[in-house]
């Protein structure tokens, strides 16, 4: 495992968490990959477009803090695994929740994207 990729996705992380609360949508774009799979954790399941949608319309987050966060390199892959505290407003509707996450991170030509994205119920034990 290589410091160097553990340490830029642990980066990537943080902007990911800042881009979200900011609403800042350019530096999604370029964290998430055009491909983008993103199963929510209601079952809902969102692409790149849907996702951004979403974010442009209907919700606004607040608070994303994540913690417990592990990284695994495989090369041109890596794999980020957490906890993250979240508030939200929904629709209007306010919430915060506690979910684990899973990130994959791809390295194209372009650099490290986000490819794939689980969030799941869960409180750490």
Known sequence: ?????????????GELAAAL???DLDALERLYADTLVY??????????AGWLERLRSDLRIEIYETRDVIVADFGNTAVSMGNTRQASVWKGSRSEIELRFTRVYLKDGGGWRI????????RPS
């Open 1 to 13: 495992m290589s410091d160097a990729v553990v340490a830029e996705i642990r980066r990537l992380e």
């Open 21 to 23: 609360v900011k609403g």
């Open 39 to 48: 199963a929510h954790s209601g079952g809902q399941i969102d692409s790149k």
């Open 115 to 122: 490819v794939a994205q689980n969030s799941g119920w869960g």
